[in-house]
C-alpha cells in the first residue's frame, strides 16, 4: 500500500542551525513527492516538488529535498534556519489513475520549533 | 494567498446536524480535491472532482457527498454529524489532471461538532 512516513514528530533547532526533515515513502511506481508547509492556523503551501531529472530539488524559502530512490527517502533540508520557518512539514506522495494525477497521501507531519 | 478560497472559516454546530461546505478553486483550475485533517488521522483524502464530474473516493463516509458545479465551484455535504466529524476541511485546486499539476490548498474550513 501507498504511504508516507515522517518518523520525527516534533523537531526543535535554534535559530542559524541546519534542519533536515526526515520522510520515507512506499509507492510501487515512480513517485512524485511533495514537501508542503502549514503554519499556525493556515493552509498547505507547497515547498517544492519532484517529478523526474535531478535528483536534488530546490524549492521556495532557501528549502531544498533529495530524492533517493535507493533509500526510499525525500529529506527536506535547509542550512540555516530562522524563526520564522515553525511551522508543520507534510511530505506527501501523488498517486496516478493511469497517467492522470490522483489525490496526495500524506504523512503524518513534523511540527519544527525554532529556538532564538 | 493560493487563489483557492473557502466558507466558512469556521462552523459550529450540533451533532446530529448538516452543513455546507463551500471552496472556489483558483481561476481555470479543472480538478478540486477535497481533505480532511484531524488530530488522530491526519491528513485525509475524501474525494476529487475534474470538471464536474467524480473522478476518485477516498476514505469519504456515506454520510458525506460532494459536487462540483458547471462554474467549477465545489461543495462538500456533511450529514447526521458526529463528535468525531469535528476537524479541519480543506480544498485544493489543481490545472487539470496531469501527474505534473501542483495542487493549491485553500486556508480551510474548521468544523466544530459539539
Known amino acids: 500500500a501507498q504511504s508516507v512516513t515522517q518518523p520525527d514528530i516534533h523537531i526543535t533547532v535554534s535559530e542559524g542551525a541546519s534542519l533536515e526533515l526526515r520522510c520515507n515513502y512506499s509507492?510501487?511506481?515512480?513517485?512524485?513527492l511533495f514537501w508542503y508547509v502549514q503554519s499556525p492556523g493556515q493552509g498547505l503551501q507547497l515547498l517544492l516538488k519532484y517529478f523526474s531529472g535531478d535528483t536534488l530539488v530546490q524549492g521556495i524559502k532557501g528549502f531544498e529535498a533529495e530524492f533517493k530512490r535507493s533509500q526510499s527517502s525525500f529529506n527536506l533540508r535547509k542550512p540555516s534556519v530562522h524563526w520564522s520557518d515553525a511551522a508543520e512539514y507534510f511530505c506527501a506522495v501523488g498517486t496516478n489513475y493511469g497517467g492522470s494525477q490522483g489525490n496526495l497521501i500524506f504523512g503524518k507531519g513534523t511540527k519544527l520549533s525554532v529556538k532564538p | 494567498d493560493s487563489g483557492v478560497t473557502q466558507t466558512p472559516k469556521h462552523l459550529i454546530t450540533a451533532t446530529g446536524q448538516r452543513v455546507t461546505l463551500r471552496c472556489s478553486p483558483r481561476s481555470g483550475d479543472l480538478s478540486v480535491y477535497w481533505y480532511q485533517q484531524s488530530l488522530d488521522q491526519g491528513l485525509q483524502f475524501l474525494i476529487q472532482?475534474?470538471?464536474?464530474?467524480?473522478?476518485a473516493k477516498g476514505n469519504i463516509l456515506e454520510r458525506f457527498s460532494a459536487q462540483q458545479f458547471p462554474d467549477l465551484h465545489s461543495e462538500l455535504n456533511l450529514s447526521s454529524l458526529e463528535l468525531g466529524d469535528s476537524a479541519l476541511y480543506f480544498c485544493a485546486s489543481s490545472v487539470g489532471t496531469s501527474e505534473v499539476d501542483t495542487q493549491y490548498f485553500g486556508p480551510g474550513t474548521r468544523l466544530t461538532v459539539l
Open positions: 472532482y475534474y470538471n464536474g464530474e467524480e473522478r
Open positions: 509507492y510501487g511506481a515512480t513517485p512524485y
